[in-house]
């Protein structure tokens, strides 16, 4: 769609009405960088897990880079990612201090889910709050089994993890979630298990 002189001053007072008055809505993200960084053996080099962050917030080309590097498309139809039979069988959501949103790798951007700050809602350890990302991968039992989504999601955050560590930023995974109380919160499907956690953040 062409961007006219009226389309750019809405999209300009919603975003700034938004940002005055924190409401929030679907974000687009700035297209995904996919070439650079450090070497991949340097990445590797660096990784580990982190558990403490610093306050300071991610830009909004790190969430994007990030969350292509998790299960974006590196193909027209194929994700960064093996999954078996090719079913694609991943969510990712993501926690921001502004709501929790869904992942769309095709249109580039985060679907709101719920509105506010649910960070805690990502795992059940205390540092997971502080961190300003946290990714929830969420597989889908009509598609493939748990195991070969656990796999699927072990992919992922491992991309996620190094491009973490090529960025300079504090990344972990964890298993502990309160599945029950995010189960209800995302209005999950019996079909549908949450799989693993992550935070990003800049280190402290
Ligand atoms: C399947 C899995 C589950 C994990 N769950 C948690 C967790 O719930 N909380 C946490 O703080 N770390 C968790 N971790 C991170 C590990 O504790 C960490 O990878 C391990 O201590 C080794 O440290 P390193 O990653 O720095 O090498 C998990 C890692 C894996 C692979």
Same mark, same amino acid.
């Given at each position: 769609m062409r961007m006219t002189a009226k389309n750019l001053i809405g999209t300009l007072v919603i975003v700034s009405l938004s940002a005055v008055y924190g409401i929030a809505q679907d974000i687009t993200l700035p297209n995904p960088q996919k070439t650079g960084g450090k070497p991949l053996v340097d990445a590797?080099?660096?990784?580990?897990?982190?558990?403490?962050? /610093?306050?300071?917030? %991610?830009?909004?080309?790190?969430?994007?880079? $990030? *969350?292509?590097?998790?299960? #974006?498309?590196? &193909?027209?139809?194929?994700?960064?990612?093996?999954?078996?039979?090719?079913?694609?069988?991943?969510?990712?959501?993501?926690?921001?201090? /502004?709501?929790?949103? %869904?992942?769309?790798?095709?249109?580039?951007? $985060? *679907?709101?889910?719920?509105? #506010?700050?649910? &960070?805690?809602?990502?795992?059940?350890?205390?540092?997971?709050p502080a961190a300003p990302l946290s990714l929830v991968y969420v597989g889908d039992t009509d598609k493939v089994d748990s195991g070969h989504s656990f796999f699927s999601s072990g992919c992922a955050s491992q991309n996620v993890s190094l491009v973490a560590a090529s960025k300079g930023l504090a990344c972990g995974v964890r298993a502990s979630i309160d599945h029950d109380a995010l189960s209800k919160a995302l209005k999950l499907t019996g079909k549908q298990v949450i799989l693993m956690g992550q935070s990003v953040g800049k280190p402290k």
């Amino acid at each position: 769609m062409r961007m006219t002189a009226k389309n750019l001053i809405g999209t300009l007072v919603i975003v700034s009405l938004s940002a005055v008055y924190g409401i929030a809505q679907d974000i687009t993200l700035p297209n995904p960088q996919k070439t650079g960084g450090k070497p991949l053996v340097d990445a590797i080099s660096q990784r580990q897990t982190s558990r403490e962050f /610093s306050s300071g917030d %991610l830009d909004m080309q790190t969430v994007s880079d $990030l *969350l292509w590097a998790a299960y #974006g498309f590196n &193909r027209e139809d194929r994700r960064v990612i093996p999954t078996a039979l090719n079913k694609q069988e991943l969510s990712v959501y993501v926690f921001l201090k /502004s709501g929790i949103y %869904l992942y769309d790798a095709k249109d580039n951007k $985060l *679907l709101l889910k719920v509105a #506010g700050d649910q &960070r805690k809602l990502a795992g059940t350890q205390p540092f997971v709050p502080a961190a300003p990302l946290s990714l929830v991968y969420v597989g889908d039992t009509d598609k493939v089994d748990s195991g070969h989504s656990f796999f699927s999601s072990g992919c992922a955050s491992q991309n996620v993890s190094l491009v973490a560590a090529s960025k300079g930023l504090a990344c972990g995974v964890r298993a502990s979630i309160d599945h029950d109380a995010l189960s209800k919160a995302l209005k999950l499907t019996g079909k549908q298990v949450i799989l693993m956690g992550q935070s990003v953040g800049k280190p402290k």
